[in-house]
């Protein structure tokens, strides 16, 4: 059986180039997915506009089967935001596009699995699409058009930040690590948080304020500041 190392390093070169979120989800797609007994090859990464032109030529102008309605400049890979995967076949030499392989035998098939395990991760799977499914397509938009990527947006802010938020607790219990943390302030549960490489995260701003404290923050200098309702008496 191979090990998760020898899985992850059939992967290693299409992962170059990815946004670092999506990079970051997709390396925690291939750990999760192995952990299921179902082991992945990521097979496209970012493309290039002339190799995304190629693509869209074959089929067209060239031979063999269409494979996407992208040209070069209009598909989510060109911005480093899109991976590609198939099933890796034991040994792995060689990989399976077969949408019913069970090659671990629990009955429902792997590539559901592995599609399950992206959408639970942030991905949005071209099999969902309703005109052109993509079956192994995954794929970040973090709420930007190919219009407004096209334009010189980038992926950045709230919509990244949400998604980095999610991937801390899914890495946390793919490790199997406790990701349960409650905060009980004079015997009442006011927060709940998780525990991520030995560092518990919890809501500040309902902690503060159940001690009494007030909560502030800067937009500009990205800053929280916690003030005591408390006044000094007698220098305490």
Same mark, same amino acid.
């Given at each position: 059986m191979l090990t998760l190392a020898q899985v992850k390093s059939r992967s290693g070169s299409r992962?170059?180039?990815?946004?670092?979120?999506v990079l970051t989800a997709t390396e925690l797609l291939i750990e999760r997915c192995y952990a299921e007994g179902v082991p992945i090859l990521i097979t496209q990464g970012l493309r290039t506009v002339a190799e995304q032109n190629a693509l869209y030529a074959q089929g067209r102008t060239k031979p063999g089967a269409i494979v996407t309605?992208?040209?070069?400049?209009? $598909?989510?890979?060109?911005?480093?935001?899109?991976?590609?995967?198939?099933?890796?076949?034991?040994g792995g030499s060689s990989a399976s596009w077969d949408m019913k392989r069970d090659g671990d035998g629990d009955g429902t098939s792997d590539w559901q699995e592995v599609a399950r395990q992206a959408k639970e991760l942030g991905f949005e799977w071209g099999g969902d699409w309703s005109s052109f499914k993509d079956y192994p397509h995954l794929q970040m938009s973090f709420g930007l058009t190919i219009s407004?990527?096209?334009?010189?947006?980038?992926?950045?802010?709230?919509?990244?930040?949400?998604?980095?938020?999610?991937?801390?607790?899914?890495?946390?219990?793919?490790?199997?690590?406790?990701i349960s943390a409650t905060v009980n302030v004079n015997g009442v549960r006011i927060a709940d948080g998780f525990i991520d490489k030995g560092v518990t995260y919890v809501p500040v701003r309902a902690v503060a304020e159940a001690l009494g404290m007030t909560v502030g923050y800067d937009q500009t200098s990205r800053t929280v500041t916690i003030a $005591?309702?408390?006044k000094e008496v007698n220098g305490q």
């Open positions: 992962l170059t180039g990815l946004h670092p979120t309605n992208a040209r070069g400049g209009y $598909s989510y890979h060109n911005y480093g935001l899109a991976v590609d995967f198939a099933l890796l076949l034991p407004e990527l096209r334009g010189g947006a980038k992926p950045v802010g709230a919509a990244v930040e949400a998604v980095q938020r999610l991937l801390q607790k899914k890495e946390a219990t793919a490790l199997n690590k406790d $005591s309702a408390v």
